[in-house]
């Protein structure tokens, strides 16, 4: 299936990108998400709109994800979690725990889909995860798990 992608995704393609998918990944995943749309001859004067845009955008935006990613790297933040005996958490650390202690150690605001945790976060202590700022800028954040009292 032959599909124009309206925003990026990971391991497909960036917007305006023309992609070819399997039918059931682009039918059922990828277009009801409003993530890429069917490719016509009339939809493929559109992608070069979708182009200028991003390029416009991503000249813009390198700049400000590496300022940002700086100022994530000098940010110490720690997360109070409910924990039992040895420092095993009850559940496990998310996108959106870290999203909500970077916000509260006066970070900046972050996209919960733009956060990797590489292996489940279960307890107490310190854990790496990594923030993708921009196709080009990543950034590694330290959190410190900690037992909430």
């Known amino acids: 299936m032959k ?3 309206t925003r990026d995704v990971p391991g ?3 917007p305006g990108d023309i992609v070819e998918v399997r039918d059931g990944y682009g039918r059922n995943f990828l277009v009801p998400r409003g993530d890429a749309m069917l490719w016509t001859r009339g939809a493929e004067t559109q992608v070069s709109s979708i182009r200028r845009g991003r390029e416009v955008r991503e000249i ?3 700049g400000q994800a ?6 994530l790297a000098a940010l110490e933040v720690s997360l109070p979690t409910r924990a039992g005996q040895g420092g095993r958490l009850f559940g496990s650390v998310t996108a959106a725990d870290i999203v909500q202690a970077v916000q509260s150690a006066g970070g900046p605001v972050l996209d919960k889909r733009r956060i990797d945790i590489a292996s489940p976060i279960k307890t107490v202590g310190s854990h790496t995860v990594e923030v993708r700022l921009h196709p080009q800028v990543t950034v590694q954040l330290s959190i410190d798990v900690v037992a909430a009292s």
């Open 3 to 5: 599909l124009i992608l």
């Open 12 to 14: 497909v393609g960036a």
């Open 60 to 62: 813009a935006d390198r």
């Open 66 to 71: 590496q300022a940002v990613a700086d100022g």
